[in-house]
């Protein structure tokens, strides 16, 4: 298996320009992450998926902030319109829970500056 | 909800020394406590994880150790190389959600000095 595989792999985009982040998860895995990692924040959990359905967005920032999981095999995650405090890593993550909490794979991770 | 605290938050040991992260959680339900390392400019991957029936894991030259009437869970590194420096982060439950997600720590950024 490739692992879950984030595109772009680096985004530069200048403020109010709508950003499109993507993820293709391991396959047969049921829930699915998008973290925010900046040095002041540390590791920020925004939104998550059960079986492409959203289970708790209540990380997502603001209404700027968007995320789909239109199937099992994809997500996006989308800020409309950008700001230069969105610059951060985006890492998409991916788990099979089964009967508890297992391992969850991360992507690569999406470094997104905003000028 | 859970809330996870990590200390400390730098570590600084000679090659071939010990090194101990700790961590604490809120929540007396939380039943399973990874532990990730990431390394620069890499995404975080998982080391090692401990479930609540169990008081130690190891696995070579790491262990966990979960202390679950005092909370708290630890990360042991022993004869540390210069491959272990990264950033590690512990991780707790969050059974807060219908259906729970982890809560990570703010991390331990592990230098190891030759």
């Known amino acids: 298996d490739a692992g879950v595989i984030q595109s772009p792999r680096h985004e530069v985009t200048e403020m109010g320009q709508e950003v499109t982040l993507r993820c293709k998860p391991i396959s047969g895995h049921d829930y699915l992450f998008w973290y925010r990692q900046t040095m002041m924040r540390g590791l920020e959990l925004l939104i998550y998926f059960n079986n492409n359905v959203p289970i708790d967005d209540s990380g997502m920032p603001e209404d700027r902030f968007s995320a789909k999981m239109p199937n099992a095999s994809f997500s996006t995650l989308k800020i409309q319109p950008s700001e230069p405090r969105d610059s951060a890593v985006y890492f998409c993550?991916?788990?099979?829970?089964?009967?508890?909490?297992?391992?969850?794979?991360f992507g690569p991770g999406t470094r997104l500056t905003v000028l | 909800g859970e809330n996870v605290e990590q200390h400390p938050s730098t570590l600084s040991v000679q090659e071939g020394d010990s090194a101990v992260i700790k961590c604490t959680y809120s929540d007396s339900a939380s039943n399973y406590f990874p532990w990730y390392k990431q390394e620069l400019g890499k995404r975080p991957q998982l080391i090692i994880d401990?479930?609540?029936?169990?008081g130690e894991k190891k696995d070579q030259r790491i262990a966990v150790t979960l202390n679950k009437t005092a909370k708290h869970f630890s990360l042991h590194i022993t004869e540390t190389q210069p491959e272990d420096s990264a950033v590690y982060f512990c991780a707790a439950p969050n059974y807060g959600g219908s259906q729970g997600n982890l809560i990570f720590g703010k991390g331990t950024k592990l230098s190891v000095k030759p």
């Open positions: 401990i479930r609540s029936n169990v």
């Open positions: 993550a991916s788990s099979l829970r089964g009967q508890g909490f297992n391992e969850q794979f």
